[in-house]
């Protein structure tokens, strides 16, 4: 993506997220929902730009079914979907060497996720995931604007 992207692009990350927002790789849990509600502004935020706006959209998404699901959401035609997944002793090679992933625990864990990538991009395995809608047709992100109670400040 570097390589290819544009000054003028979009790039929608989670993890460049949490690094403007000062999460670092080992950050604590309560860190990923303000990270999701910035990555899912972001995303909606694209509906309102001209279709011949490129936009980089960064995701760990296992199987083929995950990223079809994806490419819905995002409206994105196969042709234009680029799937990059680095060989495991590249990943290995790359969580070891960087100094941003302190201590062997963090590591190991970090080695776990790809092998679990792995598992489920060998068996197609989107894992658990939600529509976005519910039977109603109404969001079921609790983030959603439209899910917010009224009078709650806190957004």
């Not at 000062?22 to 929902?33: I, K, T």
């Not at 042709?79 to 290995?92: S, W």
């Not at 989107?126 to 109404?138: E, L, N, W």
Request: net charge negative; with cysteine; charged share 30%.
């Amino acid at each position: 993506m570097r390589l290819n992207a544009k000054p003028d692009d979009i790039v929608i990350d989670f993890d460049g997220i949490a690094r403007e927002m000062g999460y670092g790789r080992d950050r604590p849990a309560s860190s990923l929902e303000p990270v999701l509600e910035v990555r899912n502004d972001r995303l909606a935020a694209l509906s309102r730009e001209p279709r011949d706006r490129v936009a980089w959209v960064i995701l760990t998404a296992p199987s083929k079914a995950l990223r079809a699901w994806w490419r819905g959401q995002l409206n994105v035609a196969a042709e234009d979907l680029t799937v990059i997944v680095p060989p495991r002793g590249v990943l290995r090679s790359r969580i070891f060497q960087d100094p941003d992933r302190p201590g062997l625990k963090l590591k190991l864990h970090q080695m776990e996720i790809v092998d679990r990538w792995f598992r489920r991009e060998a068996a197609n395995d989107p894992g658990v995931f939600r529509s976005g809608c519910g039977v109603s047709g109404d969001p079921s992100d609790p983030l959603h604007p439209w899910n917010e109670v009224e009078g709650d400040d806190e957004h």
